[in-house]
């Protein structure tokens, strides 16, 4: 597949290596022009573009950009996308650490939703639930059985194969997370949030999740962080998003 990625950071850089490395044709860029992808372009075998130009004739498109970047993305971007080229959303929202407040979503607005209102495009949303370090290190081959597990959500029952084959084919199980309207099961501090589960676990994570109930979790965030002190291992990081939510 020809695949687009927007964000070339940990994720999207991660996203673009795996995938890659899993025989796609790969284009990536940022908000600094070709000139910015492409010493990862050349690292990884990518083609080095600008956003016009990742997106234009590709089978998939990512956009692994901070959450409010979504709606500083160029006018018309998805004009000539065709409808049936997924468009997946990595994003998380971390407000008054990293991210303004937007009030659709402290009012309780799934975050992908309002992406996909930002772009004027439906999204799946993927990739967000699952940290850095895991992405980069911790895939398996199909059918270990320590593979752990990234969910998907979206209302296109296509698209969303065709981003659970990809997830697939960077070394995790996908599960099926359900509808846009759903996706705030996979959001920053549920239970399904950045803690290392296989399918099993990480189906019963999104069932335990509660509306409304995580976003207070996610502002203590700061806090907890702190109290792991300068160093902490991906392992004290795992333990912690586990104890916000035993089940």
């Known amino acids: 597949m020809k695949v687009g990625i927007i964000g070339t950071g940990n994720i999207g850089g991660t996203i673009a290596r ?3 490395s899993a025989g796609h044709e790969i284009r990536v860029a940022n908000s600094r022009g070709p000139e910015g992808v492409q010493a990862l372009a050349d690292k990884i075998g990518a083609t080095a573009a600008d956003v ?3 997106v ?3 089978d998939a498109i990512f956009l692994s950009i901070p ?3 979504m709606r500083d993305l160029p006018k018309g971007l998805f004009q000539e996308v065709p409808q049936n080229v997924p468009i997946v959303d990595t994003s998380n929202y971390y407000p008054g650490m990293r991210d303004p407040r937007i009030p659709e979503i402290d009012e309780g607005m799934p975050e992908s939703v309002w992406v996909s209102m930002q772009l004027g495009r439906p999204v799946i949303k993927a990739f967000n639930n699952i940290l ?5 290190e911790l895939g398996r081959p199909q059918g270990s ?8 959500a979206g209302d296109d029952e296509k698209a969303k194969q065709i981003v659970m084959a990809l997830v697939n084919d960077t070394g995790f199980d996908a599960v099926d997370a359900g509808s846009l309207d759903e996706s705030w099961r996979q959001q ?3 239970p399904a949030y950045c803690c290392d589960y296989g399918m099993e676990m990480m189906r019963k994570g999104l069932a335990a999740a509660v509306k409304g109930d995580a976003p207070k979790k996610r502002d203590r965030m700061p806090e907890l962080i702190t109290k792991l002190g300068s ?4 392992d004290d990081i795992i333990a912690m998003n586990r104890s916000l939510n035993p089940f």
Not at 132 to 136: G, H, P, Q, R, V
Not at 145 to 152: E, G, H, K, N, Y
């Open 18 to 20: 795996k995938l890659k």
């Open 145 to 152: 059985s320590d593979r752990l597990a990234i969910a998907v």
């Open 56 to 58: 234009d004739g590709v």
């Open 52 to 54: 016009n130009g990742a």
């Open 67 to 69: 959450l409010p970047a």
């Open 132 to 136: 850095a370090y895991s992405l980069s």
């Open 231 to 234: 160093n902490p291992t991906h």
């Open 188 to 190: 920053p501090s549920t």
